[in-house]
């Protein structure tokens, strides 16, 4: 809102130089929001190839997917780049009841990475909010029990990313908290913003050195009917049986495709998403619209036939879900090969109507960010924080290359991620293209002026 | 973004108000975030009284329901501002088919104040998609047909509404246009930004001394239907049947409410959207949103405690939709009251996620505004422009009252606008709660600073 007022009367060149961006940028939004791709694109892998956990049959359906389509654009290069990774299989549906004066079944699902129950585990089940409920139980309490990690996000934060951020330690670590006290599993309180029937996945890791132990995610509404039967029944038991386990690595790609610079072809901007997903639901938002976004930036600098100085390339990163092996890959491969990486953009927060950008950087790269404000605040990309980039890129950081994460309105990703609400038919066909045009916008001006 | 560094140490009394403002918004937030109500009262008043378009029995229903709701919370004042109202009734459900080698129905609603075809109108359809191609069709090629305003949503909007603009006098005025050449129907493409089978309706005015013929509205997904036979057909026949009526006005009502201002209670601070709907749907977004909204806001601070100066407001305005006259009566009433209006917010474009205000108003009054910007940001409240308040709040225009908006994200509105789909489903909790605490923290900074 509060534009500078800079004195254009006396930068004639620059006033030229901003009605060309203003035209370039002008020109990449009519070109997606009328001939865009990015849509059916997204639509062709939900329905199509659908959920593609890493390792799994429908995660190399999606590498030859995305191989595929950056093909058919005749981009300059395309090319797989190999990686090791994870291979974890939920196996049948999960099962989980109450066992009170009626059987009650949970709506639950295995966390990524979990062990299975081996059968039928059986045990009392006693709730917490917090680690520091957890450790005041100590080991009396907690041993032989199902501990049920009840902390629902908190709605007081604006933006959503912060609420997931206070309850995802009890995902990744809550089941080795409670393993060291002598747990037999653990049951989660689904991370999401809304009470309802669809129990949400996502990763967890087991400490080096403490036992495994099953560990679940049940439904938001499942975990209000357990609180709600703790009440009138303390001494609770659950039921669980999952056979989920884990299979050795396998091999698997990271998709990439460029666009040749015409004059520092050595110099990268990259920008990218990850081709896997969780296996419920399709991946949609969760990083469907990373991915068809990338692809759609490099698609219309193309289309409209922009040259740009420096190599543009679009990564479609292999496993963040559950390891990052690709983004490891990838950084490792950049370092080897000495390429210099000006900027690395990703889009993994969904595909809903754009805010701005977040970037880990430099402070005067912060500073070049903010040039452009006025130029995106007519594209109502008014969001230009200091901030996290993203999984996919952290890899890349060397106090050099630029790390920006773009950002969508965050208020209806929690409601969907890693559930089976995650498909299709939750994206919004203009909020997506907006956000292809935002980044595609980004991808021009770090190309034109560095960043 | 680009946040002005005021030299804060110089200014101590600066930091304890912009530490006092940053605790009450705060305690606004958390407060409708975690105990909001606007999310259950909109559903109430979607499903308890649904559709309500004006002098409609469910428009009464309507007015019951927000004056025995404003009398729940216990405000300082509640009453009824009689005013009369116009009565269209859209009678049986329309029927329009398209007489090619087979019968093709197409999906279509009466526009709001046409008249019915008295029984059914058979003639053959030529479409335009703009009034100068009308006028180059002249009588001759428009006498005795029905005209098809052909024109779509201009994608390529970054902002819905104005996408909207483009097409609305096709809507309003496109009959009488099409009468003053002998048209005998008008059909319009539907103003909505996706392809779809629902119609939307909208009100249409006839021109002063031109023949008043039926005017309609198909689905997007029947006008390209409809394109499409005109190509092999050019000269196709399409039967119109619809018996909607205008009846004389009724007696009906705006409600409103008021917390006494502990100061200068003769200065007020108003904040509304309208009570009526459309007949199709159920009004969430248009305006059942608005409406809970402004009742949510003076909920709020009643419940943290704040005693206003000024007295502060809620207008539940009745006959938005197709007259304005709960507007116009109160803007006369205002001024027959010599009350002074310091500000009037209405929140009129949809419950979606918050983006800012719009300024109707001084640019003293709009400088005033992005005084807050620093704390509205933080908020994610950065759209902070110049512009149109609402059609509710256009009468009180008179130089010293400040009129503004509240702007929304609009990517999704004219998908479901005045029509069967929007519905109370389509409303998300937490960005209808963010509209409720961006609106009433604007009224708390009105109330304690001025503007």
């Known amino acids: 809102m509060k534009k500078l007022l800079l004195p254009l009367l006396l930068f004639p060149l620059l006033v030229s130089s901003q009605k060309e961006d203003s035209l370039m940028v002008r020109k990449i939004y ?16 939900c329905k199509d190839v659908g959920a593609r956990l890493s390792g799994s049959p429908e995660a190399e359906k999606a590498v030859k ?15 797989l780049q190999e990686v090791m990774v994870p291979k974890w299989k939920r196996g049948e549906k999960e099962v989980c009841t109450i066992n009170s004066i009626s059987v009650i079944a949970l709506d639950i699902c295995a966390l990524g990475g979990s062990i299975g129950t081996n059968g039928t585990i059986k045990a009392e089940v006693i709730a917490v909010n917090s680690f520091e409920e957890l450790e005041a139980l100590g ?5 032989g029990k199902i501990v049920f990690f009840n902390t629902p996000m908190d709605q007081k934060h604006i933006r959503t990313f912060n609420a997931y951020g206070g309850c995802y330690p009890y995902r990744s670590k809550g089941p ?10 653990t049951v989660l309180r689904s991370l999401s913003t809304i009470t309802d029937e669809h129990p949400h996945t996502g990763v967890m890791r087991y400490e080096e050195g403490i036992p495994k132990i099953p560990a679940a995610a049940i439904s938001t509404k499942s975990a209000d009917e357990l609180v709600k039967q703790l009440k009138t029944s303390p001494s609770l038991t659950l039921e669980l049986s999952m056979n989920c386990e884990t299979l050795p690595d396998v091999k698997s790609y990271n998709v990439i495709a460029e666009i040749t610079g015409s004059e520092t072809p050595d ?6 998403g990850h081709l896997d997903s969780w296996d419920l639901g399709e991946g949609a938002h969760d990083d469907g619209a990373g991915i068809v976004h990338s692809i759609e930036a490099l698609r219309t600098l193309k289309a409209i036939g922009y040259k740009p100085k420096n190599t543009i390339r679009v990564v479609l990163f292999m496993n963040e879900e559950n390891g990052a092996k690709g983004a490891k890959k990838y950084a490792e491969q950049a370092k080897a090969n000495n390429e210099n990486h000006i900027a690395a953009i990703e889009s993994d927060r969904g595909g809903f109507t754009p805010r701005g950008f977040s970037i880990d950087g430099t402070k005067e790269q912060y500073q070049n960010l903010l040039k452009w404000s006025d130029l995106l605040e007519d594209y109502d990309l008014e969001y230009l924080v200091e901030g996290f980039g993203g999984v996919d890129i952290a890899p890349l950081k060397n106090g050099k290359t630029a790390l920006i994460g773009f950002v969508p309105d965050s208020q209806r990703y929690f409601d969907l991620h890693h559930s089976t609400n995650d498909v299709f038919e939750m994206v919004h066909e203009r909020e997506l293209k907006l956000g292809a045009a935002s980044i595609t916008t980004l991808i021009y001006l770090i190309d034109k002026y560095g960043i």
Chains 1, 2 share one sequence.
């Open 139 to 143: 080991e009396q309490g907690v041993k």
């Open 267 to 272: 110099n990268y901007i990259i920008v990218g």
């Open 30 to 45: 009519d070109e997606i929001l009328i001939n865009g791709e990015c849509y059916e694109n997204l639509r062709s892998l």
């Open 176 to 185: 080795s908290e409670a393993a060291k006290l002598g747990a037999v599993a």
């Open 65 to 79: 997917w995305g191989e595929a389509l950056l093909n058919s654009y005749n981009f300059d290069k395309v090319w």
